[in-house]
Each structure stands twice: as structure tokens, then as C-alpha cells.
């Protein structure tokens, strides 16, 4: 069985009601799951209660953050670990849905934010599996960081992702110049069982603990970014740039055309865009991409190009 993972806190209720009931619209009887990851029982509850007109038992699970994480490190470290998270919250919560995901023997885990929607007719278990496929190919595309971008967020990303990993590790990456390629946003950010009990294994060791792990990530901690730099350095992944296609966009920032560029220069196939660019280009989603599934970032409209008015 797969999961698609979903971090959720109350505010991000009407999102979460906007993509379930995308899901609606699908005729498909799946065995892949909805996972929300609550923050605490009390945001479990709200979620269960306000969701239940919904009917989608059996999809959708809840699961409660901060139980595992005393599950993980005690009761007395939970207030360190989540309620003085900061900025570092999203990640926590996600990197500790993932060790949920692991205990329960999901074969693939999808992380995802809430602010997606669901394509009609989408079969969720058809999706998980192109995600996969996508995945045991064991190459990972991804923009070259050019100068332009050194004041944005990007560069920090990749840098205090990789910040994570042993010093002999960061050198062997930054000598292959992993660090000025960026992935995050290009695929969902996909995770199969084995490499993730390596993944944590590994974390474990080379901060002291599960603990210590948690404690070092922050807000430029990204799930995808950290685990896709793992895959690289200890799962013969491979990180390659999609310039040579003549793009410079970063993942986000790509149009409906530029992602058939990329499919015919360099093989890949999508499976989810941002919204803008369905919007942007209505006919030519679907048409090139049909095995396009779900579209992100509904909660951004930068780069949406609105048509001349009506004489």
C-alpha cells in the first residue's frame, strides 16, 4: 500500500476541503491513502469533525504529529520538538509523518502541501505508481542555481539542506556540484521504505540520535531537497541539470510548453504542474500530459497571464 502524505493545521481547512473534494469527482476505487498529518489530538478532532460530512472513510487516514514524536524521543522532549519548532514546524511535522509512514510499511510515500487539486477522473493508485516509476529510475532533474538567483531563497535551500549531511559528504556533493542544482517542486517528493529506514539510519547517526536529526532542521530543511541529496550520495541517484534543454527556470517556474521540452529532450514525464501554468495554457495540459494528475501552488497566481479585454 502507498500513502500520500499531507501536513495540515486548522487554518489550511478550506484547502483541505477544496483537494478532497477534488478527489470526489473520481470514480476510482484505490487502495493508496489520504494521510493528514495533525499537529496534536485536539487538531486530529477538528479535522475528523469537520471533514466527516465528506464521507471518504476508508481514504483518508488522520494521524496525530506529536503522538509520534513522543513515540519517538518521550514525552518531555515533544514541547522542544514541535510546540518551539518555529519556522522549522512544516518540516518536522513532515520528516515525522514519514517515520510514521515507515513503521506502517508503506512501500511509497508522497508528500504533499495542502494547497493542491486533484484532476477529475484522477486514479490515485495509477498516480502513486508513475510517481514511483519516476523514482526507481534513479535520476532526479532539476534547474542550475544561476547567480541571478544568489539573494532568493533557492541557494539557502540546497545549502542548509545539504548542512545536514556528514562533512565528508558535503564535500563529495559540493565537488559534484550538487549544491547548484535545484530540484524542489519538479516531482512530488516520492520516498520508498528501503531508502528512507537507510535515510534515517543514517540521520540518527550522524546527528547522535533520531532526536538530534529533528533538532537541526529549520525552515530551509526541505523533505525533498534533503532525502533527494541522500539518494545522490548513498543510493547511486543521480542529479543532473536540465539546461543542456535550454531552460533556465527553476521547477516552479515552468510553463505547460516548457515541461514538453523536457519530456522530449530528456525523457521526463510529469505528473503534476502548478496552476498558473494549467491555466495559462487550458488545452495543452491534458494534451500533452494526460497522465497529469495533480496540479499545485493554487494558492499562487504570480506569472498568470491575463488576456487582452474585450473590445
Same mark, same amino acid.
Given at each position: ?14 484547502? *483541505? ?14 487502495? +493508496? ?18 471533514? +466527516?460530512?465528506?464521507?471518504? !472513510? ?18 518531555? @522532549? ?13 518540516? %518536522?511535522?513532515?520528516? &515525522? ?5 515507515? $513503521? $506502517? ?5 508522497? #508528500?504533499?502541501?495542502?494547497?493542491? &487539486? ?6 490515485? !493508485? &495509477?498516480? *502513486? ?7 526507481? %529510475? ?9 547567480? @541571478?538567483? !544568489? ?5 539557502? /535551500?540546497?545549502? %542548509?539542506?545539504?548542512? =545536514? ?20 517542486? =519538479? ?7 528501503? !531508502? ?8 540518527? @547517526?550522524?546527528?547522535?540520535?533520531? %532526536? ?12 525533498? #531537497? ?11 541517484? $543521480?542529479?543532473? +541539470? ?23 529532450? /530528456? ?7 502548478? &496552476? ?7 488545452? +495543452?495540459? $491534458? ?25
Amino acid at each position: 500500500m502507498n500513502a500520500i502524505i499531507i501536513p495540515v493545521h486548522p487554518p489550511k481547512i478550506i484547502w *483541505v476541503i477544496s483537494l478532497l473534494n477534488s478527489l470526489r469527482l473520481s470514480p476510482h476505487k484505490v487502495e +493508496s491513502r489520504i494521510v493528514l498529518a495533525c499537529s496534536n489530538h485536539a487538531d486530529v478532532g477538528f479535522f475528523a469533525r469537520t471533514l +466527516s460530512s465528506l464521507k471518504l !472513510d476508508g481514504l483518508v487516514a488522520l494521524i496525530n504529529v506529536e503522538h509520534q514524536a513522543r513515540y519517538c524521543f518521550g514525552h518531555q @522532549e515533544v514541547d522542544k520538538t514541535l510546540e518551539n519548532a518555529g519556522a522549522a514546524i512544516i518540516n %518536522r511535522k513532515k520528516f &515525522l509523518a514519514l517515520h510514521w509512514a515507515l $513503521q $506502517q510499511g508503506f512501500q511509497y510515500s508522497i #508528500v504533499v502541501d495542502s494547497d493542491i &487539486l486533484f484532476l477529475p477522473e484522477v486514479n490515485l !493508485d &495509477l498516480l *502513486v505508481d508513475k510517481v514511483a516509476a519516476n523514482y526507481d %529510475r534513479n535520476v532526479q532533474w532539476g534547474s542550475t542555481l544561476v547567480a @541571478e538567483l !544568489d539573494s532568493l531563497a533557492y541557494p539557502e /535551500i540546497n545549502e %542548509r539542506s545539504l548542512q =545536514l549531511f556528514s562533512a565528508e559528504d558535503q564535500s563529495t556533493a559540493r565537488a559534484a556540484g550538487l549544491n547548484r542544482i535545484y530540484t524542489w517542486f =519538479l516531482e512530488p517528493p516520492c520516498y520508498r521504505l528501503d !531508502d528512507l529506514q537507510r535515510f534515517f539510519q543514517y540521520m540518527a @547517526e550522524v546527528h547522535g540520535s533520531d %532526536r538530534g536529526f529533528f533538532d537541526a532542521l529549520s525552515w530551509h530543511s526541505f523533505d525533498g #531537497v534533503v532525502f533527494t541529496y541522500f539518494r545522490a550520495l548513498h543510493c547511486n541517484t $543521480q542529479i543532473l +541539470s536540465y539546461a543542456k534543454a535550454g531552460i533556465a527556470h527553476i521547477p516552479e517556474w515552468l510553463s505547460v510548453e516548457q515541461l514538453s521540452v523536457l519530456r522530449h529532450s /530528456i525523457g521526463f514525464e510529469p505528473v503534476w504542474a502548478t &496552476l498558473v501554468s494549467s491555466l495559462n495554457s487550458p488545452t +495543452s495540459l $491534458q494534451a500533452y500530459f494526460p497522465q497529469c494528475g495533480i496540479l499545485y501552488h493554487c494558492d499562487r497566481m504570480n506569472g498568470l497571464e491575463v488576456g487582452a479585454a474585450p473590445a
